[in-house]
């Protein structure tokens, strides 16, 4: 079974709605790690089994590539696209490739600095996680660029909220909200008990640690505007830090988005009945489903890759060697000026 059978004991396992001064409820979440236990056995344990190994060659493949980081870079513009999408936007991966190679268009959408911010905002964190434990002090710089500039900076980019916010369909209510997440005078308490628990030694595996994480942080909703990028960006940067994976190649977007209602559901779930079961199978589906994309998709670039340099190497005779190079060119930007072939 997916989940733990509901019971008087668990409904407050992951937390307890609130009254406010003003009468609506907000949900304030418990410290994790869940009490009652979560419950590894049975088919929970296979998943997670599961995601461990298709995780593993995931890992494996990424190195047999002639330069991981070719991969790396067109897989978090990837993401970058899929993860904005599902907060709104409309641009498309060639959008993207095009603002990135200064290619201006009248029709290019508007929304893409949004998505050229996502890229920058994963680089910056990649790179701090090199100096710097995931804390909420990383979150906040991560946030920070995320939002730099575009839809939302007026939202106070970098900043814990100082007010409330809720979830709920467009143009509800506060009382009308699907979820309310904590008050803000409750937000750093709560942010704070996440990053004890990262970082306080833990019998649990890792991969259950990274799906409670992630929908914790979900649950707080630390700020205004940003929240569900952020916290996908979470579950990559804790593989990355875990050394679980050496390159950041696991991005859920694309997952959540193809099971959208499944996954705020199963994230409701945990609230209204303490189901971190449910949440944590759902999780650990998605680690081994996308894993097993991303194996794929890095063995046929390696394919893909070695064709196109038989064919420069057959077809350009002594230019072969500058064919070469504007063809590794183009596997790390697909879109290049004449500029940048003649440089």
């Not at 059978?5 to 406010?20: C, H």
């Not at 641009?91 to 095009?98: K, R």
Request: aromatic share 6%; with cysteine; charged share 20%.
């Amino acid at each position: 079974m997916d989940s733990l059978p509901p019971g008087p004991d668990l409904t407050a396992r992951a937390g307890r709605y609130m009254r406010q001064p003003t009468g609506y409820r907000a949900f304030l979440p418990a410290p994790l790690p869940p009490q009652p236990a979560v419950r590894l056995e049975g088919e929970l344990y296979r998943l997670l089994s599961g995601a461990d190994r298709a995780l593993g060659r995931l890992d494996g493949s990424i190195q047999t590539l002639p330069n991981p980081d070719l991969f790396v870079f067109m897989y978090v513009r990837k993401e970058a696209v899929l993860s904005s999408q599902i907060e709104g936007t409309q641009s498309s991966l060639n959008d993207l490739l095009a603002a990135e190679a200064s290619i201006l268009s009248p029709e290019r959408p508007k929304d893409v600095e949004e998505v050229v911010n996502y890229v920058r905002a994963t680089n910056h964190g990649i790179a701090r996680l090199a100096e710097l434990p995931l804390s909420v002090r990383l979150i906040k710089e991560i946030h920070a660029e995320l939002l730099q500039g575009v839809r939302g900076s007026h939202l106070t980019p970098g900043e814990l909220r100082r007010s409330q916010n809720w979830i709920g369909p467009s143009g509800c209510t506060l009382t009308e909200a699907t979820f309310v997440p904590p008050s803000p005078d409750d937000v750093p308490a709560a942010l704070g008990d996440l990053e004890m628990f990262l970082h306080v030694p833990s019998d649990l595996p890792t991969l259950i640690q990274i799906g409670l994480a992630h929908a914790q942080f979900e649950t707080i909703h630390p700020f205004l505007d940003g929240n569900g990028r952020i916290g996908r960006l979470l579950i990559t940067f804790l593989l990355c830090q875990r050394e679980i994976l050496l390159k950041p190649v696991l991005y859920l977007s694309h997952y959540f988005k193809r099971h959208r209602s499944l996954y705020y559901d199963r994230l409701q779930a945990i609230r209204d009945s303490g189901d971190w079961e449910g949440w944590l199978a759902f999780f650990l589906r998605g680690v081994a489903e996308v894993s097993r994309e991303a194996t794929e998709t890095a063995r046929r670039i390696l394919v893909l890759r070695e064709e196109h340099r038989a064919i420069v190497t057959t077809h350009l005779g002594r230019a072969a060697g500058n064919g070469h190079r504007v063809l590794e060119q183009l596997f790390q930007r697909p879109i290049l000026s004449v500029a940048d072939v003649g440089s």
